[in-house]
């Protein structure tokens, strides 16, 4: 099938129709290198998914994610993730519906497939579908269009399964009403926070630390180092190789044409842009020469055990890292995440299978490593001594919380009870129920448990954990919400619900379609 789209294809036919083909191909499955070599990670009632696929959907929720969170989005944050789960979870689910909407009987008529591939701005020019362009964007894909059409066709039948399902749900006004009540009643408290920090008179003996630290060494740990050996498929050092016929640049600007348009000139001329695109296109082919030699280069190393061997045999030069941390840096790697979570990955002498990064392809493989070490107290005793500070801080801070909120319970009028504890009070004015709490801002905990309370229940059951400290909450008064401004509102919120419960009419057919079926994951995959 589609040979160019590999986990690190680069093809510059595949960026241009990634809306409009690649989507297809990572929800169905290609039969790439991988998976003609049966490189399956799981198998739903029979029907395999491949790695390949895998990597298509992981990668495409690691872009997404990397959009949201920026810079913000470092290792540990990947892995609180789970993205490797979330990404088989889906593709799970797409085989689960495509076998449910076939068992139902959905048929797809060649004449809805063809309105639909018509409306594909890739296979469109001036607007129209041209039968040539599509044909041509499909053979150099390695493509036929029997194999776009089949996969298209599946995705018409899961769209046909959900429509199916959803479109009896509806949200009638009451319903409406009553979530527009929910949402923008108001409450408002007194409280008092007693912050840690305000507990300045903490003194720590020498045998308190060292009993912290037996307890808490394992927060101290040195973590564990490796130190790899590697070799570079540098995308520059295949530039020289790419060659891009003419057919390929008309190609690339006939379905690009209107990125290249300005004000000065809407209707762009090829020979005005054919050295730009020409650029472009080298790069992009030499970064598919440099996948192919690295595949190459991959095969040899992981037949002979050892990257130096294949490296000499091949005029390679052979890098070596220094040792260093999981999290970072490695010096010389610009992307060094991904390095190391690459090279953490590895066993004992394992070669990796090539990486990619924005310079080329690296091969890693480890040559020694260090293990993690609890060091000695004397070495990290200032950390342990404001850490056991910190802890007692926070014990005093509760302390006095959950006195004074057992008073509050037995009886003790808010005020009085802080007047004589000598306890700032204060009130927060309204607030609704997801909004920024005013003098404390937002903090879930106590919006949660605040629209709990009422005049009947004016306390919390217990203290809650703030950013600022322990917070002791009274109930003060609630407000609720003015009908007159729901038919503003109204559109929003039935959308919202509507959505709502759609998204949870799938989630349950889905749980249905799981509970009898026969799902299998390679052993150790998600590990």
């Not at 009638?172 to 300045?200: H, N, Q």
């Not at 060292?210 to 790899?228: L, M, Q």
């Not at 190391?340 to 990064?357: M, N, R």
């Not at 959950?402 to 009085?416: H, I, M, P, S, V």
Request: proline share 3%.
């Amino acid at each position: 099938m589609l040979y160019l789209m590999r986990k690190h294809a680069q093809s510059w036919l595949i960026k241009l129709a990634l809306g409009a083909i690649v989507v297809v191909f990572i929800f169905w499955g290609v039969g790439s290198y991988r998976a003609q070599r049966g490189n399956r990670i799981a198998v739903v009632n029979g029907a395999p998914i491949v790695l390949e696929e895998f990597r298509g959907v992981y990668d495409q929720l690691l872009e997404a994610y990397r959009r949201q969170f920026g810079g913000a989005l470092d290792e540990k944050r990947i892995q609180g993730l789970n993205l490797k789960k979330r990404a088989l979870d889906q593709l799970i689910n797409r085989r689960l519906l495509l076998q449910e909407a076939t068992r139902l009987n959905f048929r797809v008529t060649n004449e809805e497939l063809l309105r639909v591939i018509e409306q594909v701005p890739a296979f469109q020019r001036n607007g129209r579908f041209h039968l040539q362009l599509y044909e041509r964007v499909l053979t150099h894909n390695r493509m036929t269009p029997e194999m776009y059409e089949e996969n298209k066709k599946n995705e018409l039948l899961i769209d046909k399964l959900q429509s199916f399902i959803l479109g009896s749900i509806k949200v009638s006004e009451a319903e409406a009403l009553e979530t527009y009540k929910w949402l923008k009643e108001k409450v408002s408290l007194d409280y008092v926070v007693f912050k840690p920090s305000a507990y300045t008179n903490v003194e720590l003996t020498p045998e308190e630390i060292e009993t912290y630290f037996s307890k808490h060494g394992k927060a101290y740990e040195i973590r564990p180092k490796v130190k790899v050996r590697y070799l570079l498929l540098d995308f520059k050092g295949f530039e020289a190789q790419a060659k891009v016929s003419e057919e390929e640049v008309r190609t690339y600007f006939d379905i690009n044409k209107e990125n290249y348009a300005t004000q000065e000139a809407k209707e762009p001329v090829l020979a005005e842009v054919a050295d730009r695109i020409r650029s472009k296109l080298a790069k992009d082919a030499a970064s598919t020469l440099a996948f192919d030699r690295a595949e190459e280069i991959y095969e040899a190393c992981y037949g002979a055990g050892n990257i130096s061997d294949v490296a000499k045999i091949n005029q390679l030069k052979v890098h070596e890292t220094g040792f260093f941390l999981q999290n970072g840096p490695v010096k010389g790697i610009r992307e060094w995440k991904k390095f190391a979570e690459t090279a953490f990955a590895l066993g004992e002498d394992e070669v990796s299978e090539p990486l990619e990064l924005s310079d080329g392809y690296y091969i890693l493989q480890p040559i020694a490593t260090e293990p993690a070490k609890i060091p000695d107290l004397k070495t990290v005793e200032d950390r342990v001594r404001q850490d056991l500070t910190q802890a007692r801080e926070n014990d005093l801070a509760k302390k006095d919380a959950e006195e004074f909120l057992n008073a509050l319970q037995g009886g003790a009028e808010f005020q009085k009870a802080a007047a004589s504890r000598k306890l700032k009070t204060k009130s927060t004015g309204f607030f609704e129920r997801f909004g920024a709490i005013p003098g404390i801002g937002l903090e879930g905990n106590i919006q949660k448990t605040t629209f709990l309370l009422s005049p009947s229940r004016p306390f919390p059951d217990a203290v809650i954990k703030g950013k600022q400290g322990y917070y002791v909450l009274q109930f003060k008064a609630r407000q609720e919400a003015d009908p007159k401004e729901f038919e503003d509102k109204k559109s929003e919120i039935t959308f919202s619900l509507l959505l709502q419960k759609r998204q949870g009419a799938i989630k349950e057919l889905l749980a249905r379609l799981r509970e009898k079926s026969e799902i299998t994951v390679e052993g150790g995959f998600l590990d």
